[in-house]
């Protein structure tokens, strides 16, 4: 095989390596970096145009690449933990590949940096939330009575409502937000989930993955929590409906009390205008057993 075909055959595979890129996505992650000698990089914006360049050229060769959220402090934890050299970008590369294998990425493909960094934060926060809902599911250990254990039996029950709550929903575009406090911070996780004309339900595993234990959460622990349903569709109006969290289920909300959650701002207590062509009304019947508290732990 001649120099030229091996020059070939290299660029071929190049193309099949996935990278991943650890971003410092703000001004002070950034400067905490920049203690290390070996970090090239003095100025945050330039960081992030040289960032997206890269970005380009690999797109243009065809390479795949993914963002993940490189956060200085855990960069530091896993530093000490494994004995490796901060100062050092063999070591920055094993952390890079650590959050990739473990953390939350996103894939760049082509958007804007501007555009992917708030989608790369959001997907952080989502995964921080989700891990923080599944220890303390798991911290609340068997059921004194039965024995059952308390957070896996709340996960199934939650994703047995979850399940009805898609089912009953109109056809269209559905969002739905659950946010449980009580913990030491309020919990708040979204799901998109759109159906289309043939009746499937389309989401995202990982999204309802992190609902699904929130929601579970609330009902384990009997923390003040709701849930509340959007649906959108072409040619009729909004609908907005939802649920309070209560022990082992939900509790249908009137549609008064969703117009009120709706029309108040939640920091000032002010009331806000209703939006215009938006349908605020009691939730579907979920079945028999919606507010059934079943055996209590």
């Given at each position: 095989?001649?120099?030229?075909?091996?020059?070939?055959?290299?660029?071929?595979?190049?193309?099949e390596?996935?990278g991943?890129?650890?971003?410092?996505?703000?001004?002070?992650?950034f400067?905490?970096m920049?203690r290390?000698?070996?970090?090239?990089?003095?100025?945050?914006?330039?960081?992030?145009?040289?960032v997206?360049?890269l970005?380009?050229?690999?797109?243009?060769?065809?390479?795949?690449?993914?963002?993940?959220?490189?956060?200085?402090?855990?960069?530091?934890e896993?530093c000490?933990?494994?004995?490796?050299?901060?100062?050092?970008?063999?070591?920055?590369?094993?952390?890079?590949?650590?959050?990739?294998?473990?953390g939350?990425?996103v894939?760049?493909?082509?958007?804007?940096?501007?555009?992917l960094?708030?989608?790369?934060?959001?997907a952080?926060?989502?995964q921080?939330?989700?891990?923080?809902?599944?220890?303390?599911?798991?911290?609340?250990?068997?059921?004194?009575?039965?024995?059952?254990d308390?957070?896996?039996?709340?996960?199934?029950?939650?994703?047995?409502l979850?399940?009805?709550?898609l089912?009953?929903?109109?056809?269209?575009?559905r969002?739905?937000?659950?946010?449980?406090?009580?913990?030491?911070?309020?919990?708040m996780?979204v799901?998109?989930a759109d159906r289309?004309?043939?009746?499937i339900?389309?989401?995202?595993?990982?999204?309802?993955?992190?609902?699904?234990?929130?929601?579970?959460l609330?009902?384990?622990t009997?923390?003040?929590?709701?849930?509340v349903?959007r649906?959108?569709?072409?040619?009729?109006?909004?609908?907005?409906?939802?649920?309070r969290?209560?022990h082992?289920?939900?509790?249908?909300?009137?549609?008064g009390?969703?117009?009120d959650?709706?029309?108040?701002d939640?920091?000032?207590?002010?009331?806000?205008s209703?939006?215009?062509g938006?349908?605020?009304?009691?939730?579907?019947?979920?079945?028999?057993?919606?507010?059934?508290?079943g055996?209590?732990?």
């Open positions: 095989m001649s120099h030229t075909d091996h020059q070939i055959m290299r660029r071929v595979l190049r193309r390596i996935v991943t890129l650890g971003l410092l996505t703000d001004e002070q992650d400067r905490a920049r290390y000698r070996t970090f090239a990089f003095d100025d945050h914006s330039a960081y992030l145009q040289q997206e360049a970005l380009r050229i690999r797109a243009a060769h065809g390479n795949h690449t993914t963002l993940a959220l490189f956060d200085p402090a855990e960069y530091a896993f000490a933990g494994t004995g490796l050299e901060p100062d050092a970008p063999a070591s920055r590369a094993r952390f890079t590949a650590e959050i990739a294998a473990t939350a990425t894939p760049y493909e082509g958007q804007n940096l501007a555009d960094v708030p989608s790369l934060v959001d952080a926060v989502r921080a939330t989700w891990e923080y809902a599944t220890q303390l599911l798991a911290r609340l250990g068997p059921c004194a009575t039965c024995g059952e308390i957070g896996r039996a709340a996960f199934t029950r939650a994703s047995d979850l399940v009805r709550i089912d009953t929903a109109p056809t269209g575009d969002h739905l937000v659950c946010s449980v406090s009580g913990t030491e911070e309020t919990l996780s799901l998109h289309d004309t043939e009746g339900t389309q989401l995202d595993e990982t999204e309802a993955l992190e609902f699904t234990t929130v929601l579970a609330g009902i384990a009997s923390s003040p929590g709701g849930l349903m649906t959108s569709a072409p040619g009729t109006a909004d609908r907005i409906y939802g649920w969290v209560r082992n289920g939900l509790e249908p909300l009137t549609a009390e969703v117009f959650a709706y029309c108040t939640v920091e000032s207590g002010d009331l806000i209703p939006e215009s938006v349908d605020y009304s009691v939730p579907p019947d979920l079945g028999d057993d919606e507010r059934t508290p055996h209590h732990h």
